[in-house]
């Protein structure tokens, strides 16, 4: 059993957690070069906190994944502390024994996953199996606890998770996803149920699921990443270390209250931020990023900033994550914004429409391409492509001051995966009077006339105006609020970045930043 352990936890190549394939983007497997970097800086804070002691030297300090996918978190602390742990438990099979029965614990977010961390950690899907390196287990699943939790429905979804019902409520041969570790008022007493009413943990590492389908209603998803965040955080651990997606830092469906405790309570004192998702993640692509955060329990201040852009390290620097409403990620934007900012004017936000501006869904049909078919006109995208066409005045029951004016409809979403230069938004229409469209846009104006609308359109396209809007918009989608720190323009002429860069007072090396930053954008009618 001894040779066992020995040849199952020691580092060896090729390793199968890094080719492993995810299931979704929901749940995002780390890669093992990913977890040891977190692994790193958690090291790095206990010991700056034990005295320059090592946390893997430590053979009473407990540590839970709550949210384990692939087990990659458990096994490769467990590698840590075998070596650590050398000189005080010399006999390797006690020491893996002791290491694995009352140091490190998990909780498997579905039954397959629970089996493959149990595979990752023990060696073995059962913790007591013959091929397994524990030998101190008298259950299968060790410290690796799964078992089926139900939602809780209320008006057809989930009290807790938001889950829509039309979705989740399955039998027990399908996966519902209902996490057991947000699926409780009382995260203590149920973390008490599975380990033991006196468990307490030192540290929480992990990645959890970002979010489940349909949760926020219609197509939408609903993100969850936040609720484990919080979960967690209850526990009191001495550390937690989470992966999170980097768009909570400045937008998100309900997220306020969330940023607004991660800003201001002091504890996040590590943050480090991928713009590009791939970066961190090799073959895992979706908009805003990704990173990861370490919360410090007995320890409060500035927190230590680190920020890949694209694939460019920024070198690290002590941030207040509350300066402004939402996390602006890169220190030579906020000197930017923060010069645009001290004119004190008003914002876009005051002639910028909400979501669905008209009512009409982007997949509404009720429209007719011949002009006998409705007495507006109505821009809208079928099948990816912008189309027009006509329909009637009277389906028409929102935002009805609209309809007669010039306008400007600004696409309501663009992604660009985290390229660099970027476009941030994609091109601008220019409405005629007696127009309407579908939510795959919003809608700027009034204006009096056509010449204001195309002056708007100048602004739109200019680098420093799409530069601001970047700062708030970190997924594919631009909602009103992104708006809120560009300012308000006379639209009795056309501009040019040449001249904001001068009523901003924006030098030559902020500008070289903005134009590094953002891609060219033609004004000119398409």
């Known amino acids: 059993m001894i040779e066992q352990a020995s040849f199952a936890l020691r580092g060896r190549n090729p390793d199968v957690l890094t080719c492993i394939a995810n299931l979704s983007n929901d749940e995002v497997f780390t890669p093992p070069e990913f977890a040891n970097r977190m692994l790193d800086t958690l090291a790095e804070a206990w010991a700056a906190d034990n005295g320059g002691a090592s946390i893997w030297a430590d053979s009473s300090v407990r540590f839970l994944d709550p949210f384990t996918k692939s087990g990659v978190f458990l096994r490769e602390i467990a590698k840590r502390l075998i070596a650590g742990l050398e000189t005080e438990i010399p006999d390797l099979q006690t020491r893996v024994d002791h290491i694995l029965t009352q140091q490190v614990f998990g909780i498997g977010i579905t039954r397959l996953t629970s089996l493959l961390a149990r595979r990752s950690l023990y060696c073995s899907k059962h913790a007591t199996g013959g091929h397994s390196v524990a030998t101190a287990f008298t259950k ?44 409780t008022n009382d995260i203590k007493a149920r973390l008490g149920e599975l380990f033991g009413a006196d468990m307490q943990f030192d540290v929480i590492i992990g990645n959890p699921p970002y979010q489940l389908k349909g949760g926020g209603g219609g197509s939408n998803d609903s993100s969850i990443y936040q609720l484990f965040a919080e979960q967690a955080m209850d526990l009191e651990p001495r550390f937690l270390v989470m992966v999170i997606p980097s768009r909570w830092l400045a937008g998100g469906r309900d997220m306020g209250a969330f940023r607004q405790r991660m800003f201001t309570d002091g504890h996040v004192r590590e943050l480090v931020d991928y713009t590009k998702m791939s970066t961190a993640f090799p073959g895992v692509d979706f908009e805003g990023g990704v990173g990861y955060f370490l919360w410090n329990r007995e320890n409060s201040g500035p927190c230590r900033y680190t920020l890949f852009q694209g694939d460019e390290q920024l070198p690290t620097v002590e941030r207040k994550l509350d300066e402004h409403d939402i996390f602006v990620r890169d220190t030579r934007a906020l000197a930017i914004l923060n010069k645009v900012l001290s004119k004190d004017e008003s914002t876009l936000e005051t002639i910028v429409s909400g979501d669905t501006p008209f009512g009409l869904a982007t997949n509404f049909a009720d429209y007719s391409m011949s002009e006998t078919g409705g007495a507006l006109s109505i821009y809208l995208t079928v099948k990816g492509r912008r189309t027009q066409g006509w329909v009637d005045d009277d389906l028409i029951r929102k935002n009805r001051q609209l309809i007669a004016g010039w306008k400007v409809l600004l696409p309501e979403a663009y992604g660009e995966r985290g390229a660099i230069p970027a476009m941030v938004l994609g091109p601008p229409i220019v409405a005629v009077p007696n127009s309407v469209c579908t939510q795959t846009y919003l809608v700027a104006g009034p204006f009096e006339s056509e010449f204001e609308a195309q002056n708007f359109k100048s602004y739109y396209c200019t680098r420093l105006f799409r530069f601001l809007v970047s700062l708030r918009k970190i997924t594919q989608h631009a909602l009103r609020s992104t708006y809120s720190w560009v300012p308000l323009q006379a639209w009795d002429r056309a501009w040019t970045d040449e001249m904001l860069y001068e009523k901003y007072g924006i030098d030559q090396d902020e500008i070289a930043y903005i134009e590094s930053m953002i891609r060219p954008m033609a004004a000119a009618d398409e």
Do not use: Q
């Open 140 to 183: 299968d699943d060790g410290n690796i606890w799964f078992e089926r939790t139900e939602h809780s429905w209320k008006n057809d979804k989930c009290e807790f998770c938001g889950a829509p019902r039309a979705i989740f409520d399955r039998g027990p041969e399908l996966e519902n996803h209902a996490y057991a570790f947000i699926h």
